[in-house]
T-cell receptor, first 112, second 111 residues
Framework: DAGVIQSPRHEVTEMGQEVTLRCKPI?????LFWYRQTMMRGLELLIY????????DSGMPEDRFSAKMPNASFSTLKIQPSEPRDSAVYFC??????????FGDGTRLSIL | AQSVTQPDIHITVSEGASLELRCNYS??????LFWYVQSPGQGLQLLLK??????LVQGIKGFEAEFKRSQSSFNLRKPSVHWSDAAEYFC?????????FGAGTRLTVKP
């Protein structure tokens, strides 16, 4: 089992640029989650999908953030335009029904 | 409202000493319970889980946790801590496919 795969592992870009984070969930899992982790705010749930459908996006900070899941094996989290305060580690996790979530290794994002 | 509480933000123990990390939950029914560990620069890794049955569950890396229904607790323990156990530990509960995480406890291990 390859686990949850996130790319890139690190991203450094200038403010105003578009950033796209990618996630491949574990095959067969039907839910996918995007989290943001910072020292100040800890682990925050941004959005989650069930069977590729967004269920709860109340954690998405603002309209600059968007997420898609075009199929069961791929999801993206996009920030456009990016700002320095978006700097954080972004985690993707996937889950089978009533089973624990499995996390990727995260994308460390730095916006200069 | 459903909630998961980890009362200790930061704990320091000496290498070789025993460890207990606290977790309390607030749910109407008994949820499924988990502990995760996050080492620096890594994602969250599942340490152990409780679904039902024996209230003392064993996990990886020598950790165990005990579910106490009367106290709504699921504390994590290890008899002898190693320096490599320094990390952030998260308690989590799963109820009706809704998973919630505690705020985390950061463990520092003194030589």
């Amino acid at each position: 089992d390859a686990g949850v795969i996130q790319s890139p592992r690190h991203e450094v870009t200038e403010m105003g640029q578009e950033v796209t984070l990618r996630c491949k969930p574990i095959s067969g899992h039907n839910s996918l989650f995007w989290y943001r982790q910072t020292m100040m705010r800890g682990l925050e749930l941004l959005i989650y999908f069930n069977n590729n459908v967004p269920i709860d996006d109340s954690g998405m900070p603002e309209d600059r953030f968007s997420a898609k899941m075009p199929n069961a094996s791929f999801s993206t989290l996009k920030i456009q335009p990016s700002e320095p305060r978006d700097s954080a580690v972004y985690f993707c996790a996937s889950q089978d029904t009533n089973q624990p979530q499995h996390f990727g290794d995260g994308t460390r994002l730095s916006i200069l | 409202a459903q909630s998961v509480t980890q009362p200790d933000i930061h704990i320091t123990v000496s290498e070789g000493a025993s460890l207990e990390l606290r977790c309390n939950y607030s749910y109407g029914a008994t949820p499924y319970l988990f502990w995760y560990v996050q080492s620096p620069g890594q994602g969250l890794q599942l340490l152990l889980k409780y679904f039902s049955g024996d209230t003392l569950v064993q996990g990886i890396k020598g950790f165990e946790a005990e579910f106490k229904r009367s106290q709504s607790s699921f504390n994590l323990r290890k008899p002898s801590v190693h320096w490599s156990d320094a990390a952030e530990y998260f308690c989590a509960v799963l109820n009706n496919n809704d998973m919630r995480f505690g705020a985390g406890t950061r463990l520092t291990v003194k030589p």
